[in-house]
Each structure stands twice: as structure tokens, then as C-alpha cells.
């Protein structure tokens, strides 16, 4: 891609110039550095990234400050795809007081920020978002220092088109995330609802069933009521009829009690008193006694044990 060819551009272009103006530093540290660098610069144009490392790290040993060694360390971090660590070096270089070191250092650090985010677009569109706007920050910078720089003004126009690209998408994904929210929201409302529904059909069904439970115990309380009251009823006419029946008994009894004593009330009347009997009649009476008691005589004698002989012959 056209970052990557910018970058490797700028490392080299920049490694020879500073091997440069290490060569006029006095200091035995200085001079120490600058060898390092130098023997890094050499591995770095071979590819060989780690053993360059190496060396920058010795010179940074000597001297942590330099923006030579920071810088060329950034760009061989770079070049082994360590992009936070070319980024911490990049931007210790930035205390540059050259504008032109400065310039390279803030578009470095503008690729840096690109590479970090370009793995997270997927799987983590906001860190990329974010770290996509801080590259468009340092290509501002690059090109504020050196306004003719293509290169920076390149970067930053395809930075900033991915950006907005993946903000479109993430606003796009937003859109569908809240539309699934509040498809998920009407699900679960309608679900509730259904739910309730359910709930109330349910519990409709079991208050007609305990209406009609409640009902049927109603009918069978009211039938074994009527019942009883049938049973209390026929009871009452049977004790009513058993009362007029004792009644009626003792009203025939009565009558026929009456009736006996009118008899006899009527038999005594007839009867002539004796003191009322001519003679004519009291004989009459009298003869009347004997005769009633001869018959009385004559049917003891008739009730007396008979005997029989012995039997003759045996049959």
C-alpha cells in the first residue's frame, strides 16, 4: 500500500541524514552513538531490522535523547510490524528542533496510528475510529511543517476516507443495532403481552371453571336443601296425618263410648225398677232367673268327662 512505501521512503532518507550530523557531534558519547547508528543504518538497508534494533538500543543506551536513534529505532519497529513501539519512538523524536525531523517524525507517527487501528476495524470499529482520527492529526501536523509533503497529504486523504467510511458503516451498524433492539424490545412486549393474554385467558378460564365449580356446589346445596325441606314436609304431613288419624280414633272412640253409654243408659231405662213391679211381673222376673239358672246348671253337667271302656281287640 502506498502508507508502507512513504514510510520506508522517509526511514531511509532520514536514517543518511542523521548519520550525517551524528559524524559532527564531539562528545565520545555522541560519537559512540553516531558509530551505532551508523552500523544500524547499514544492517537496516539490508533488511536486517533486529540487528539494526540492536544497535539504535546501543546508542540510545549513550544517549536516550537522541532523535537520530529514536527515530531510525521507530522505523525498524516499523518494518517488523511492532507498530506501538515504532509509535513510542516516533514520537520521542518529535523534540526535534528541525522541523524537517519533526515533519517526518509526526507522519510516521500518523502510520503508526493507521497500522495499530487497521486490524480493529472489524472486530473493534470504535478503537480504530479513534485511533484513525488521531493518525489525521499528526498528517495535519507533517503538513503544517511542510506543506508540499504529497505524501502526508495523500495519507491523510485515505485515512480520512476510511474513517468515514467505518463511521458510516458503525452509524449503519448502530442503526441496525437499534432497529434489532427495538425489534428485540417489540418482541418482548409483544411476548409480554401474549404472556398477559395467556395469563388472562387462563385465569378467566379458571374463574369460569370455579364459577361453574361454585355453581354446581350452589345446585347441589339447594337440591340437598329442597330435599331436606321435602323430607321436613312429608314429615310434618305424616305427623299431621298421624295426629288427625289419632284424632279421628279418639272421636270413634269417644262416639262409640258415647254410644255405648247411651245404650246402656237406654237398656237401664227400659228396665222397670223394682219397686215398680206388680206382682204379675216380679213373678215373671223371677221364673225368669230360674230358668236362666237351670240352663246354667245344665251346661256344667254337659261339660263333665266322659269315660270310655277298655279296648276290646287289639286292631
Known sequence: MNVIRYVMRYTISCAIIFLCLALFQGTSLAALAGREIAKGNDLYEKGKYKEALERYDRALSGAPESEI???????AYYKIEDYDRAEDAFTRSLTAEDDELEAKASYNVGNSK?????????SAPEEAIK????????????M??????EDARFNYEFVKKKLEK??????????EEQQKEKGKRKKEKDERQKEKEQKSEEQKKEEEQQNEKDKRQKEKEEEQRNKEEQEQKEKEQKEK??????KEQQEREKEEQEKREQERRESESERPEPDQL?????RMLLEGFRQEEESKGQAVKLRKPQYYSDVIKDW
Open 166 to 175: 467505518l463511521q458510516q458503516q458503525q452509524k449503519k451498524e448502530q442503526k
Open 144 to 149: 503544517e511543517l511542510e506543506p508540499e509533503d
Open 114 to 122: 493507521y497500522r495499530q487501528g487497521e486490524p480493529s476495524e472489524k
Open 241 to 246: 296425618e298421624e295426629k288427625q288419624r289419632r
Open 131 to 142: 485511533l484513525y482520527k488521531q493518525a489525521l492529526e499528526y498528517y495535519e501536523r507533517a
Open 69 to 75: 536513534a529514536n527515530f531510525n529505532s521507530g522505523s
Open 278 to 282: 206388680s206382682e204379675e211381673q216380679a
